[in-house]
């Protein structure tokens, strides 16, 4: 049976020590199970046992990296007779560290991004790709501190060029939460008969995909993409994407879709595909995920850039 991780991502002071205490000690968490409390980032707030109204909770203290792997975390799990794990996460270390070292029955059931509003958009400007590394995964983003005449649409636009499903909360100094209305049209019809995607475009388009994958099941999308083919990829199929870029060179990652093609194709050729999106599980993503059916599949002229930026 998978394990229920609640993850709590941000920076130093952002808030999330704060939320997690509250959180342990409201009656409605306790159900009943035993929790392990991963503190992965020691800010000034501290955690007051006493407070909490859960039961069983095991805290311990994450040092470095290095202890984020599955055999450390599984031990620690069994050590706190636990059936479920909060992690507070260092702000300063990519998710991907985390999602490679939890053992494999672990699973995010919820993911908040707690940030300091004062300080989020210095953080953004300076270490734009841990600040997009957090924002990637999170369902909801909470801006502690916010003052009443901030530029939401300033910490809205950071927010949205990464995730478009994130509900965002900007909370003032006395705790009133007010959520975010802005609305963002999308640079290409959903609702054609043929979604057409723009070059510049496939960034947003794919991170939307990937949000709302029900949202464009059934639909049929045409766009340009590079080939990729490989020994893992079943008979029948290939892989196209493009390169995106979130905030620097250092993080550009080949974004890839697969597609259901009988014929031959020539790999790291581009071209353009026309295909209806059928969500469902796949070994190559090894989850549920988009499977492009292609109906046309032609020759492309390369973009005229090669590299697509998310914002």
């Not at 369902?139 to 939401?152: G, L, Q, S, T, Y």
Request: glycine share 6%; aromatic share 10%.
């Amino acid at each position: 049976m998978a394990v229920p991780v609640y993850l709590f991502t941000g920076f130093l002071d952002g808030g999330k020590t704060k939320f997690m205490q509250e959180t342990l000690e409201d009656p409605r968490f306790d159900t009943g199970e035993n929790t392990l409390l991963l503190v992965c980032e020691e800010g000034e707030e501290e955690y007051d046992r006493k407070a909490m109204k859960c039961g069983n909770i095991a805290i311990e203290y994450i040092q470095s990296e290095d202890e984020l792997n599955p055999q450390h975390l599984q031990r620690l799990f069994k050590d706190a007779d636990a059936d479920r794990v909060m992690i507070e996460y260092n702000g300063m270390w990519l998710r991907k560290t985390l999602m490679e070292g939890m053992p494999e029955d672990w699973m995010i059931y919820q993911e908040m991004m707690f940030c300091d509003a004062r300080t989020f958009l210095s953080y953004n400007a300076n270490m734009r790709q841990l600040v997009a590394d957090k924002l990637a995964g999170c369902e909801m983003v909470v801006f502690n501190r916010a003052a009443a005449d901030i530029d939401r649409m300033a910490y809205h636009a950071v927010v949205r060029s990464v995730t478009r499903s994130a509900v965002i909360v900007y909370e003032d100094e006395d705790g009133n939460a007010e959520y975010d209305d802005i609305e963002d049209p999308l640079p290409f019809d959903v609702d054609a008969p043929i979604i057409d995607i723009n070059d510049e475009d496939y960034a947003i388009w794919y991170y939307d995909l990937t949000d709302k994958m029900d949202e464009y099941n059934g639909k049929t999308v045409r766009f340009k993409g590079r080939v990729a083919t490989g020994k893992g990829l079943p008979k029948g199929c290939f892989a196209i994407g493009r390169h995106i870029m979130t905030c620097c060179a250092d993080d550009i990652q080949f974004t890839a879709l697969i597609v259901n093609w009988p014929e031959a194709v020539t790999p790291k050729s581009w071209v353009t595909v026309t295909a209806k999106i059928n969500v469902k599980f796949h070994k190559s993503y090894k989850r549920k995920g988009p499977v492009l059916e292609a109906i046309r599949v032609e020759p492309a002229q390369m973009p005229k850039e090669e590299v697509c930026q998310l914002y």
